[in-house]
């Protein structure tokens, strides 16, 4: 089993080193590790975010664990040479369409979200969110109106078949857990979200046994903080899913605890942590590396059929936790390495 690391820029390869010693530690047979630049790191190096070599190792490999990409230094390239453009290349090329974002309160952390205590600690909820499509791969530009002001544009679009295939992921993930979904639009403005909610309606049929709801994007922002505990399943598309994910990693105490899949249709995914490069704290050994270390946990339960491993990680994760052991973002002074120590230890 060969896994792609990709570190990228700024604290991801502080925490994808302390992902990589976890995984040491399990001594899983036959699991090989191989690394590649991508991101600003790519671009000051080959001169593209992606280069072909990142990406064909990405293509070999049985999963992909990355860091983060972003990069100041990149901030003013063309749009398609900038950091950004590595991972949206990935999740295209690959067709890694359904991203699983669960957010799930850790006991030990209530005290760090911005919620009451007794809010926070009951949320559990996995936003299953469309990677492929919307208003991020479609046509954009920059041009001139016809009074000649400068204006830019991105289209907004689905067709039925991505919309169909997304929503099949968020039934079935209800269905292993509690059995209600809610899908997210903004359909009393947008004919994008109107066939959506179309779509998924039909696909519900194929689902009897699952709760289906409709919220309004607006609404589900509100709602996310009023009472998250309503929440079990959510399903959205590429942009609202972007934005009710950050929210709802800082609701369970940091984004610096959240891990994510990014899957194909047979399984094959890039994992990573939902947090990004954090230049402003690069390099200093500070960062959190607890949702690397469950995105690998969530590697080896996805892709690589290793579900008690991946159950030992997030249980040692816990037990740090227990410990007091704290980085900066939860209010402590550790560092990564020894937020990883902790991990392994207790492993
Ligand atoms: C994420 C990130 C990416 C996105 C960026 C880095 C392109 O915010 O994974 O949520 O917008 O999808
Ligand atoms: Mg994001």
Redesign the pocket.
Known sequence: MLIALLPGDGIGPEVIGEARRVLDMLEIEGLQFEEADVGGAAYQSYGHPLPPETLDLARRADAILFGA??DPASDANERHLRP?QA??GLRSELELFANLRPAKAFPQLVGESTLKEEIAGAIDLVIVRELNGDVYFGEKGMRRTAAGLREGYDIMSYDEDEVQRIARVGFETAMARSGRLCSVDKANVLETSQLWRDVVTEVAREFPQVELSHMYVDNAAMQLVRDPAQFDVIVTGNLFG?IL?DQASMCVGSIGMLPSASLDGSGKGLYEP?H?SAPDIAGQGKANPLAAILSAAMMLRYSLGLAEDASRIETAVEQALASGLRTPDLGGNALAAEMGEAVIKAL
């Open positions: 990409v972003g950004e991972i949206l972007d994910s939902i990004g």
